[in-house]
């Protein structure tokens, strides 16, 4: 096993399910000063929206035809909601669509290509709907190799630059709506696996040595800031922008591991890992729980708000200011209407 399997190896058996957790010097709270709720770590999406009537909503949801994406879709569209899932292919998204209960619309998403981000955004907004919840949930895991894409490393590129865009070019249908919220699925990776000082941007490029955990913990360290920084530029009474950790859930994250590796994680994916049906609980309750209306900069872990004491980034109002300022500068066009 060379050094980057090793560390491969370290993240895959340090992705454990937590509500009060420490490790890495890392303590995680329940923040008593959000509203906490019934649900935990084992709160499946379907009990944590029994109840809810979703009719007339509308969720935009990315990466919707696999792991927590597609049962976050599947309980959405069960609840009434009308889901716009994205797939990377129209057949991918179709099939996924076409398979669960509800008023689901598929749309083609290739987050690696910012046109496919702009092309999306274009279709849902000539669907001439307003979205009441976009969840931002497609993603690739840390073991696929160092590729760059447009001059960018790969898994930045795809976790975190290509949702900025979409996201972006979305905001005037979240405006529409009014109580609209934006979801960040995000990992606990962002505080156990990112560079030591956050996000490293003299490395975007892949400058110096690559490491597919830092790259991922580094794509989800984004994730967060970008969700920081969004609750700090939008009105929470018109759009609410929150980050999420689903848990370490056995779904297909792990799918460009190869030989050992792939191995020891699909391990500790049937003895540890959260279901898909789990997985996807916090960011469903987060998209639509009634008690989080106006709740917004919030990190959140097994269907609660959280805190993370420790060398940590993930609340880095600083970091977040400049994070943006150098997406802005890579994305230059693709942001502009
Ligand atoms: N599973 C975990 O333990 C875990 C832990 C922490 C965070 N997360 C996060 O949870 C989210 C969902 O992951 P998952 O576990 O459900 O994994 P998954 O089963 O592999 O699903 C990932 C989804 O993202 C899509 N996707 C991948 N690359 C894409 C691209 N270039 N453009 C557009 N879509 C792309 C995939 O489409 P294809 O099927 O076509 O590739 C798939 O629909 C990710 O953001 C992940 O980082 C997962």
Redesign the pocket.
Known sequence: MNRRQFLQASVAAS?LPSMTACGDGVTITIDTRLPVGPFGADSTAEEVTAGLDLNGKTVLI????????YESMRVLALRGAHVIG???TLE?AQKACDSVVGHTTPVV????DFQSAVDCAASVAAMGVSIDSLIL?????SFAEFELINGIERIFV??YL?HVVLTQKLLPLLRATGGSRIVH?????AYRAAPEVGIDFDNLRGEGEYSGSLAYGRS?LANALYSLKLSEMLDPLQITSNVV?????K???G?SASGIIKWLYQGAQSMI?KT?EQ?AATQVYVATAPALAGVTGAYFEDCNPVTIEGDNHVFDKELADRLWDETRRILGDYLES
């Open positions: 992705t990315t990466g919707c035809n696999s792991g927590v994406g994205t797939g990377r991918k998403l290739e987050l690696s949930n497609a993603g690739i895991g795809i976790n290509g699925v995000g990992s606990q990776q989800k950790h689903p848990g370490f859930v779904t297909n994250i799918r890992a898909p997985g």
